[in-house]
């Protein structure tokens, strides 16, 4: 339960006690694992990551396989989209359960579909590098941050690695990225963690003209 469902528990317990009653009975005639798999996917829809971690864990708890979880978010697509399902996907990444590695659900004799087109994604041009070294942009559903380095461009998650935290744009003070939950701190220059123990997720990178391409 999140900080604030707590405290609204607390403070108005005779309002929010018809809200949890009715959540136990809308699924009173469902299993375990279909209600936590319901809930992964509305925590998808609102993306509300502590929420959608705290799911993705009951849900395999209550059984349910790694293919079983992708398979009710492919399924959810008419209401999720494709930007909200690879929103969960990276977050499921950057948890490393397990379960979910590569190896895991898709073993070496097994057929894996070819990577999707375009890998290439336009960040940013040059020209607004110039006038601002260190930007903070969201590109085809991911928040990047994306830097003017003095031997290259270079493009970083914009999440912690940590716990996966997003990093807001104040986050940045001069060439140091705090992460305002735990005060993880990288260098932007090279993405290397100065507190912490894991440095941020990069892309690859490349020039066309004057405009920045991150690959993923």
Known sequence: MSDA??????????????????MRE????????????????TKVHAQTEAGFRQYLRRALKEGAKPMEIIDALLMAFPALGLTRIVWAVDVLLRMDLPEFRLEAVA????KVAPDPL??????ASLDELDAQPTMRIEADGRALFVHRARDGVRV?????????????????????????LHRWEFD????????????????????DGRVVLAYW
């Open 5 to 22: 469902l707590d405290y609204l528990l607390k403070v108005r317990p005779d309002a929010m006690g018809h809200y949890f009653s009715f």
């Open 26 to 41: 809308a699924g009173r005639h469902l299993d375990p694992k279909t209600r936590a798999l319901i809930s992964v996917i």
């Open 107 to 110: 073993p070496g004799d097994a």
């Open 118 to 123: 375009p890998f290439w994604h336009r960040l």
């Open 156 to 180: 970083y998650d914009a999440h912690c690695p940590h716990q996966g935290t997003l990093l807001p744009p104040e986050a940045l003070q001069g060439t140091r990225l705090t992460c305002p």
């Open 188 to 207: 932007i220059e090279d993405g290397r963690c100065v507190r912490g123990t894991k440095p941020l997720r990069s892309f690859l990178t490349r020039i």
